[in-house]
C-alpha cells in the first residue's frame, strides 16, 4: 500500500466523483483509477461500488477509519519535518569554521591553502 493510494482513497470517499477527486489530488482521472484498483487488489475486494453512483463498500467502510489516521499521521510527520527544517541552524562552510577559530596566541587559521584568513592581532 502506498501513500499516494490512501490518499486518492481519502479523496473519493469525501468527493464520490473520479474526475473531482482527481483534481482535487491534482492527477489524471485514469491515474487515480489505476491506484485505487491497485489497493483493491492489495486489499482482495473492491472498496467502492461504481455503479448507480459511486459510495463505499463494507470493505471500504471498514478501512477508510484506519486510511484517516494513517493520513493523519502522515501529515503530521510532514508538519513536523517542515518545522524542524525551519528551525534548523544552517551548517557554516569551512571557510567560515576557519575564520572563527583563532588560537589564542592571537593568530588566525588559514583557509587550507596556507593563506591566513585573518592577520595577526597585536
Do not use: W
Not at 28 to 43: C, D, G, K
Not at 57 to 67: C, E, F, I
Amino acid at each position: 500500500m502506498e501513500m499516494h493510494q490512501i490518499r486518492y482513497f481519502l479523496a473519493l470517499c469525501d468527493e464520490l466523483n473520479f474526475t473531482r477527486a482527481a483534481r482535487r489530488c491534482g492527477v489524471t482521472q485514469p491515474s487515480l483509477t489505476n491506484a485505487i484498483r491497485a489497493l483493491e487488489r492489495e486489499l482482495g475486494g473492491s472498496v467502492f461500488q461504481r455503479k448507480p453512483r459511486i459510495e463505499l463498500t463494507d470493505l471500504g467502510r471498514a478501512v477508510r477509519p484506519y486510511l484517516q489516521e494513517i493520513g493523519r499521521h502522515a501529515a503530521t510527520v510532514r508538519e513536523t519535518a517542515r518545522v524542524m527544517a525551519s528551525e534548523a541552524a544552517p551548517v557554516p562552510s569551512p571557510q567560515v569554521i576557519a575564520a572563527t577559530t583563532a588560537t589564542t596566541n592571537g593568530i588566525a587559521a588559514t583557509n587550507g591553502s596556507g593563506a591566513p584568513l585573518l592577520r595577526k592581532l597585536a
